[in-house]
């Protein structure tokens, strides 16, 4: 069975500090893993994916698969990353996406 | 590109009648929609996996008579609740994608979603 437990439903920072969001993930076959931000008033969208290896917004994520985990991270925080962000866990082509719980970030002034 | 559309963006109904959501690929073919529900301050829940001409995949626990999935072409699908009681409210999200990855596993593209407020 899919999983994926994100194990901070709050978290708050300072701007400009580091950042790190949680997840870890259950899955017996090859992961692929996402993670979606969903900003105030605004429809999901996608962040990135683990098989992509790109940066954006300044957020990054390894897939670590002896830990099971696929922690999203930011050096520097920004008052604009405040969002909601889920990962999620999809495994074959075309397939159903496992969402977590999601964190809600807040980057204080 | 790749955007989802829905309407209506928010409906409210009666106990006992339907309502019809409708979810559209504006710029381009969804091979496969999904259909999520979502209760305020929690994840998404999937509902049903819809492929275009045929019938939809029911997660387990969704009634497949209550919530009616049609996905007559690549750019559509509708949800139909059917004798929606005020329980049924809730926030319903679609996603879509263009099955273009190449054998990898594909983005889903969201919705804005439609908030229903069943009295």
């Known amino acids: 069975a899919q999983r994926v437990t994100q194990p901070e439903k709050l978290l708050s920072v300072f701007k400009g500090a580091p950042v790190e969001l949680k997840c870890n993930y259950s899955?017996?076959?090859?992961?692929?893993l996402f993670w979606y931000v969903q900003y105030s008033r605004q429809r999901l969208q996608l962040l990135l994916r683990?098989?992509s290896r790109e940066s954006i917004k300044g957020f990054t994520a390894d897939l670590n698969k002896g830990e099971t985990s696929f922690h999203l991270k930011k050096p520097f925080a920004q008052e604009e990353d405040s969002a909601m962000y889920y990962c999620?866990?999809?495994?074959?082509?075309?397939?159903?996406?496992?969402f977590g719980e999601g964190t809600q970030l807040t980057v204080n002034p | 590109g790749a955007v989802v559309s829905q309407h209506p963006s928010w409906v409210i109904c009666k106990s006992g009648t339907s309502v019809k959501i409708e979810c559209r690929s504006l710029?381009?073919?969804?091979?496969?929609m999904f259909w999520y529900r979502q209760f305020p301050k929690q994840s998404l829940m999937l509902m049903a996996t819809?492929?275009?001409?045929?019938?939809?995949?029911?997660e387990q626990g969704v009634e497949k008579d209550k919530f009616l999935i049609n996905h007559a072409s690549l750019t559509l699908s509708t949800l139909t609740v059917t004798s929606a009681h005020p329980e049924d409210s809730s926030f319903y999200i679609c996603?879509?994608?263009?099955?273009?990855?190449?054998?990898?596993?594909?983005?889903?593209?969201f919705g804005p979603g439609t908030r229903l407020t069943v009295l």
């Open positions: 996603s879509a994608t263009d099955g273009l990855a190449g054998g990898l596993p594909d983005t889903q593209y």
């Open positions: 899955y017996s076959g090859s992961p692929e």
């Open positions: 683990h098989i």
């Open positions: 999620a866990l999809g495994g074959a082509s075309g397939s159903r996406l496992t």
């Open positions: 710029d381009f073919q969804a091979t496969t």
């Open positions: 819809s492929n275009e001409g045929s019938k939809a995949t029911y």
